[in-house]
């Protein structure tokens, strides 16, 4: 699905909107730089659904041979469960936070609360996080070219530690990848697992709402193509009253 001509969203499950690969995918974004193209997220590649994002790639025209990165968020399995087989898929190379680099390498389900969310029924018991081979880490300020573009990292911990935001200042518009930092309607996604807390969150929605951009584009739900900081902004007024911003699930 097209959003402008240098981003298309290429996978997400139903319950996230728009039914273009299995759930519990993520919204997984394609960046066209031009000679390269890159993954934001992929989701969990669960069942049929690695083939479904890359023909949906190809619908667009594009040719996902020519997809060099996978870029992630962060280590939870809707966003970065399937990264080991798109790699291997693709041979591209997966570009993580360095907070998140080495669960992502070693597996550890407990480190990205995996043993909860099986706990709580929101994957299958046998289900197996698969480690990933992390040719890059990044941190604050860092750079990476995506052919003629250019995501700068924003750390945004919070929703859970070592996860960060992209911003994409592109040819037409100014795009904040947000992960699960932050969403429409100023609604974040805290919950009950170790490495959440509300004041990291709240510092990460303080720093977002700092930031000039047009496009909001979160992990999950609505987009927002402009005027994205409106919904930033309703995150930190509610931060700012000392109340929790209200959860999107
Ligand atoms: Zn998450």
Redesign the pocket.
Known sequence: MRVTDEVFIVGGGIANAFGLSADPDCHVYLIDGGDELALIDCGMAAGDSLERILGNVRAEGLDPARITKIIVT?Y?M??AGGAARFRERLGAEVIAPAGAADALRTGDERAVALDMAKAAGFYAQDYRFEPVDIAREVHEGEHIAVGMLELEVIETPG??DGHVSYLLRGRERTYLFAG?AVFSGGRV?LQNIHDCSIQKSAESIAKLARIEFDALLPGHAAICLDGGARHVALAFHSCQSLFVPKNLV
Request: proline share 0%.
């Open positions: 962060h939870h809707d966003h929703h859970c699960d996604v």
